[in-house]
């Protein structure tokens, strides 16, 4: 460049050489042919974090499905002999022989000191741990009755991986079924949200104007009240009187119908500005109608940002039936969810003394972590500017 003088603009004369197309490899014309929703799976795949926890997420929503199954008791059943009975770890060797996964039997006695039950190891009680056995009589999804299960205890012995709580209930048996309500309380309520988001911030987007204004006051009003007090307010309106489905799908709509604001807002500024595109007055022109226009031309065109919408706000709603289940607001007995176990374990004192009732926290923790990086690695697929 000489001075303020610009440099020249240079063009090729050569002809266009039309057999450089030709020339490309398999694997460039594979990339250069691909949809959109194979290069967001390319991308995908790329982030190791995300994929892992779309494997955990996939194991955990899998187990939903025969909770009943791999669950060691049946999740009512009580041993009054093992009331608050801690934790029974598995060993493979037994002086020095392998024996296989066994537990070792417990040795009761209450300390007449502090009236605590105490409960100790007896390595002369090795029980070994059964597998694809027959058990606990349930019914599985509630229609159909059944005793197989994945693992058993022996028989006449015990097997409490993570403790027994105040009525002699197996925890992880609890945590096992209790995953099914708590996961698809995300699920039901994302559906309600999504749909409640997408219509709204559609025709506020699509039509502007006065409609515009009104659906922008109503999503402003809903937003100005603080979250957690709002779901209070509305759980303990729910009659107590309801039977637990009735309970379960009144906090799962209440979850859904204050969840949708933010996507509606989305999808709004999305609109707002793929309205003025061409193929958008394009599809006007031929005359199709404005909820075509806006299911068939325009949502197709951020679907992968809605995707990422979905994964990050699952877990806000895994959360809140946690949080109100907690404080005794949500679902209650004899439905369980992990926010009902962790109900049970609000005293200090059971904290102090029997720590493992604290164990269901856990799962809830790998969920939401596991939804935020699965939604997080979708979010880096989807931007093409990535």
Request: proline share 6%.
């Amino acid at each position: 460049m000489n001075g303020d003088r610009a440099p020249e603009h240079y063009v090729s004369p050569e002809p266009f050489d039309v057999t450089s197309i030709e020339a490309m490899t398999p694997a460039q014309e594979r990339y250069f042919l691909a949809s959109q929703w194979t290069l967001m799976w390319w991308k995908l795949r790329r982030h190791r974090l995300a994929v892992i926890s779309g494997v955990v997420l996939g194991v955990l929503y899998f187990s939903i499905l025969v909770s009943e199954v791999l669950a060691p008791y049946n999740l009512h059943s009580r041993d009054v002999n093992h009331l608050f009975a801690p934790p029974q770890r598995l060993h493979l060797f037994h002086d020095g022989a392998l024996i296989g996964p066994f537990v070792y039997g417990y040795d009761y006695r209450l300390n007449m000191d502090n009236l605590r039950r105490e409960y100790t190891p007896s390595d002369e009680k090795i029980q070994r741990v059964r597998f694809f056995c027959l058990g606990d009589d349930y019914e599985f999804w509630g229609l159909v009755p059944g005793r197989f299960h994945v693992m058993c205890p022996a028989d006449g012995g015990t097997l409490y991986l993570l403790g027994t709580d105040r009525l002699g209930r197996d925890v992880l048996s609890r945590m096992i079924e209790g995953a099914r309500v708590s996961l698809t309380v995300g699920l039901v309520g994302i559906t309600i949200s999504f749909m409640l988001g997408i219509v709204f911030g559609g025709v506020s987007g699509y039509y502007g104007g006065w409609i515009d204004s009104l659906v922008q006051r109503i999503i402003e009003i809903i937003r100005s009240f603080p979250e957690l007090p709002l779901w209070m307010a509305l759980s303990a309106a729910l009659p107590v009187n309801w039977n637990p489905i009735l309970i379960y799908f009144g906090i799962t709509i209440i979850l859904g119908l204050l969840d949708w604001t933010g996507l509606a807002r989305a999808v709004r500024s999305k609109l707002l500005a793929l309205r003025e595109e061409d193929f958008a007055t394009a599809a006007m022109l031929l005359g199709a109608r404005p909820a075509r226009i806006i299911f068939r031309h325009l949502m197709p065109s951020f679907a992968s940002h809605l995707i990422a919408s979905a994964t990050l706000s699952v877990p806000a709603m895994i959360l809140g039936e946690t949080a109100l289940s907690f404080l005794g607001l949500g679902l209650r007995p004899p439905i369980t969810s992990w926010g009902v176990l962790l109900n049970e374990a609000q005293n200090i004192n059971v904290v102090a003394l029997y720590p493992w009732l604290m164990l269901p926290v856990l799962p809830v923790i790998v969920t939401v972590l596991a939804f935020n990086f699965l939604g997080d690695g979708l979010r880096d697929a989807a931007d093409p500017y990535r």
